[in-house]
């Protein structure tokens, strides 16, 4: 099932930065509105991840290219299929993914 709508909202898929925390168990993707001002607007975070693997999409992926979400799939009800344009990420939860809207400075 594609939550990507659900998570994304009406912000944009352009990623700002995208983090996997081993410590804490959680994959934290923050979004910005639009390519050219780069301000972050909400933060989606995956909690309890039991599993994480990832998978480049890309041979040698430009670093300079700003990813973003392709799309982001529940294909268990624990399990989470998230696409974008450099790699592919699948994650076990025990807890539903959440958003955060981020305050401007």
Not at 51 to 75: A, F, G, H, K, W
């Amino acid at each position: 099932m594609d939550i990507t709508e659900q998570l994304l909202g009406d912000c944009s898929p352009y990623i700002y930065n995208l983090v996997y925390d081993i410590d804490v168990r959680m994959l934290f993707i923050e979004c910005m509105d639009d390519p050219k001002t780069q301000n972050p607007l909400i933060r989606i975070v995956f909690p309890g991840i039991r599993s994480y693997e990832e998978v480049n999409q890309l041979d040698s992926p430009e670093d300079d290219n700003i990813d973003d979400i392709m799309t982001i799939n529940r294909i268990e009800d624990d399990r989470i299929l998230i696409a974008t344009y450099k790699k592919e990420i699948t994650i076990t939860l025990d807890q539903d993914p959440f958003i955060e809207e981020i305050d401007e400075p």
